[in-house]
């Protein structure tokens, strides 16, 4: 089954406290995202990524960092995770710009 | 991209057709029309997409009107399973990856 997969799916940490939450795609997908969505914020890009290697910053980059070592993982790292970054997060991917985009079934993250 | 106008809710009778409109007065000549939705807190989930042209598929049929400054998205059955957040978006294809969402309309299909 085609599908998009983070992991872990709730964490509630403490500031400062490095996190990883992870993303895998089964689609030979070239690119790949990192969303937040916040209540009256609406979906808002964090990082992308065209290919392997190839990263980007979208909207709101700061405290946040990526890696795309392979195709089907796309790694989100908070260094020291801050409060406001209490969220919930989606990782998508597509095929081709333009093209439907799958999401993942989110992570939601607070952090105290 | 062009700036999309919904209505903020809307319901509907389950097994009837939902027709949700969406305004885009000013769409350019390139831009697509997309459609995703998002059921509670859930990851969005992508419907349909079109240029000019109607759109079917096994989710819905989208109906762009011959101005392309507004356009519907129909539910032909709606199920208690479609309750969710619609999001109208328009971009050009070639624009990234990246999927801007406006406030979208929330659907809830009643027994």
């Known amino acids: 089954e085609a599908q998009v997969t983070q992991n872990p799916r709730y964490l509630i940490t403490v500031t400062g406290k490095k996190l990883t939450v992870t993303c895998s795609q089964n689609?030979?997908?070239?690119?790949m995202s990192w969303y937040r969505q916040d209540p009256g914020l609406g979906l808002r890009q964090i990082y992308y990524?065209?290919?392997?290697?190839?990263?980007d910053k979208g909207d709101v980059p700061e405290g946040y960092k990526v890696s795309r070592k392979e195709k089907r993982n796309f790694p989100l790292i908070l260094e020291s995770p801050s409060p406001n970054q209490t969220s919930l997060y989606f990782c998508?991917?597509?095929?081709?710009?333009?093209?439907?985009?799958?999401f993942g079934p989110g992570t939601r993250l607070t952090v105290t | 991209d062009a700036k999309t106008t919904q209505p903020p809710s809307m319901d509907c009778a389950e097994g009837r057709a939902a027709n949700l409109p969406c305004n885009h007065s000013t769409i350019s000549g390139n831009e697509y029309v997309y459609w995703y939705r998002q059921i509670h807190s859930q990851g969005p989930q992508y419907i349909i997409h079109?240029?000019?042209n109607n759109e079917t598929n096994e989710m819905a049929s989208l109906i762009i009107t011959e101005d392309r400054k507004s356009s519907t998205l129909i539910l032909p059955h709606a199920t208690l399973r479609d309750t969710a957040v619609y999001y109208c978006i328009v971009r050009f294809k070639a624009a990234g990856n990246k999927l801007t969402f406006g406030g979208g309309t929330r659907v809830l299909v009643k027994p």
């Open positions: 689609m030979n997908h070239e690119y």
């Open positions: 079109g240029l000019k």
């Open positions: 998508a991917s597509t095929r081709d710009r333009g093209d439907e985009q799958y």
């Open positions: 990524s065209m290919n392997v290697e190839v990263t």
